[in-house]
């Protein structure tokens, strides 16, 4: 083993990275020390990143420099209901922790509104597909709609909670429902393991060939 | 960025979907609490606590790591049902959050729970823990807290993403007998493989309103039964107009079912 390579195995960031990426696939096998310290200090690093980029990307570039170098001193308005959140921890200031709850809640369920439109509108207008092999519509088009449409009645059947299953058609909607949504999670699932097995090659590459750099063995 | 204002047609149907659901609601707080079908995920539930309390070892909990939305929130309903049945029978609760709003909320639900089923000595605040706001930070504590404490249930509930199969793997590892529910669509293959009963989709809020059997929640859901039919007739109405379309030569008919189609065009 060569000077250079053992200094290049022990350049800090490169260890720390291999050392850090074996203690957390160590769990794989059981729980041990050395995940437990990686699992702590990646939860310290997480929370400290966390820290530094709520300032760096939102209150800094959002609130602060607009208020202190822009002049826009409306903005410090935003200081005492942010603080508000924090009533939550005393009993005397929990109300100031509801109402700003409360506040909270109704913005969010007023952008459901919208999201609904952006989301689910479009979808609904794509779901009007033409039945018949008639003029560009070719006859495996129509059969490929017909699949559509039975499918998406039988997965909304299914959805159903108001209305008790008991006939016997809606029954066997509602079940045929399930099984063709089971059928599209088993294609979700391969094509996102696939997408899970590139994310593990990429810390074996790391590991492998960019510390241990036996990138010569694989070509 | 699209706005239902932009499209009055569009604007006019989320609006009477929104009325249908209202009327529900209203109609649900002022006469009878209307009834939903029983789940049959839900069984889980109760045999999951049983089976934890048998073992001696501890229940965690986990809203997802949405941070203060509305499945969080389902979530924290559904754990605030768990939690008193915990609590009747003298276990321990461990719910772990990805965001520090939900803290304060989550630890008074759990409290709530502990202490409406005459248990308050048992609630212990160090139990509600914050990991990290960081998804994968947040995976490995989860994935830490399940391996130390050993649970013996785990309850992954509120939006999960790309961490849903390691926090889900390691509970299935140490033996956890698991109910998982979400939102998230690519997520459910995750917990179907992994946990041992799944909530699809709108099982979850509709567990959440059959357990609380609070009428708002019942109502709305009863509410979004009705826009769903509505949104089905008008999927039919619209595949039927596509077929008129293509088929019928140009006139009225085709010019009134082709502005049938474009009044849900974006």
Request: some cysteine; glycine content about 10%.
């Amino acid at each position: 083993m060569s000077a250079d390579y053992l200094h290049h195995l022990l350049l800090p960031k490169l260890l720390l990275g291999a050392i850090g990426t074996i203690a957390i696939l160590s769990l794989v096998f059981r729980e041990n020390k050395l995940y437990r310290l990686f699992e702590h200090v990646f939860l310290g690093l997480a929370t400290g990143y966390g820290l530094a980029t709520t300032w760096t990307q939102v209150l800094r570039p959002k609130w602060w420099d607009p208020m202190v170098g822009g002049g826009e001193w409306i903005w410090i308005l935003a200081a005492p209901l942010g603080l508000m959140f924090y009533g939550v921890y005393t009993k005397k200031f929990a109300w100031m922790a509801r109402l700003i709850f409360g506040l909270y809640f109704g913005l969010a369920a007023g952008t459901v509104f919208q999201g609904f439109a952006e989301e689910y509108v479009p979808q609904i207008r794509a779901s009007f597909k033409p039945l018949i092999a008639h003029g560009a519509v070719t006859a495996a088009m129509a059969v490929n709609n017909w699949i559509f449409v039975i499918i998406l009645i039988c997965v909304l059947v299914y959805f159903f909670f108001a209305f008790e299953q008991n006939s016997a058609v809606i029954k066997r909607s509602a079940s045929a429902g399930r099984v063709m949504l089971m059928i599209a999670f088993g294609a979700i699932f391969g094509s996102t393991i696939m997408i899970r097995e590139a994310l593990l090659i990429d810390r074996i590459r790391f590991l492998l060939i960019e510390w241990l750099q036996l990138g010569h063995i694989f070509r | 960025m699209e706005h239902a204002s932009d499209h009055w047609s569009i604007g006019i149907f989320v609006a009477v979907l929104s009325i249908i659901i209202l009327y529900k609601i209203v109609t649900a707080q002022r006469g009878k609490p209307p009834t939903i079908r029983r789940i049959a995920g839900l069984n889980a539930i109760d045999e999951a606590v049983g089976r934890a309390t048998e073992m001696g070892r501890p229940i965690l909990m986990v809203p997802g790591i949405g941070g203060l939305d509305i499945p969080a929130l389902q979530a924290l309903n559904i754990f605030g049902y768990i939690g008193r049945s915990v609590a009747r029978f003298g276990n321990r609760t461990i719910l772990a959050v990805a965001d520090p709003q939900l803290v304060g909320v989550g630890e008074e639900v759990i409290r709530d729970a502990y202490t409406s089923a005459g248990r308050p000595e048992l609630f212990n605040a160090e139990d509600v823990r914050f990991l990290s706001d960081r998804q994968f930070a947040f995976a490995s504590g989860v994935a830490g807290v399940i391996e130390r404490e050993k649970v013996a249930a785990s309850f992954l509930m509120g939006a999960f993403f790309a961490e849903s199969l390691i926090i889900a793997e390691v509970g299935q590892r140490v033996g956890a007998i698991q109910v998982a529910a979400t939102n998230q669509f690519t997520q459910l293959p995750f917990f179907i493989a992994t946990c041992d009963y799944v909530l699809l989709g709108d099982e979850f809020y509709a567990a959440s309103a059959y357990l609380s059997k609070n009428p708002t929640l019942l109502g709305s859901i009863v509410g979004q039964d009705y826009a769903k039919l509505l949104i089905l007739i008008v999927v039919i109405l619209g595949t039927l107009s596509a077929c008129g379309v293509l088929m019928l030569p140009a006139g009225h008919v085709h010019d009134l079912l082709q502005r049938f189609m474009d009044l849900f065009k974006s």
